[in-house]
């Protein structure tokens, strides 16, 4: 552990392997099963707010930019590839599809690539069409059955 020039403590671990940037301390099977593991936290989330009206678009889309983001990230990285530090979901899905990965059934999911920064502090004007969260919610979820699928067989359970 080492302290910011805040006070505020911070790990010096390294867990994105060869993922992202820092050194690997973590196999990309490893790091692929902690991304998904974070992305079911957010599909958790968004199948609550599926049952709720008092949540915000902008928050139920925060809660999808996260999961796909994590989502994709743990596929690049089953594939052995390094992902990149973005909350950019186009960027990662061409990542996918450059790499030959049928990722097209999720192409609507880039849409949500706003939520990560932009809509979560400014939030959608009121021209802004409202999010289909159980349409949504079932794209999510195929995608996460997609990645589960491809890490189940890597891992060889």
Known sequence: MTTSTTG???SITFWRGR???????????K??????????????????MCRSDEISDEIFGFHV???VEKLFKSWIA????????THNIERLFN????QGVAVEPFRKLIDYTPYALEFRYTGVDSSTEAIDREGTLAIVEAL???VRRRLVEVEGV
């Open 8 to 10: 505020a403590t911070r």
């Open 19 to 29: 993922c992202g940037r820092g050194r690997c301390f973590m196999s990309d099977v």
């Open 31 to 48: 790091c692929a099963r902690m991304l998904l593991d974070a992305a079911e936290r957010d599909i958790a989330a968004l199948r609550a």
């Open 65 to 67: 930019q996260q999961a």
């Open 78 to 85: 089953l594939l052995g590839e390094v992902y990149p530090l």
């Open 95 to 98: 990542l996918l599809a450059d």
């Open 144 to 146: 996460l059955e997609e």
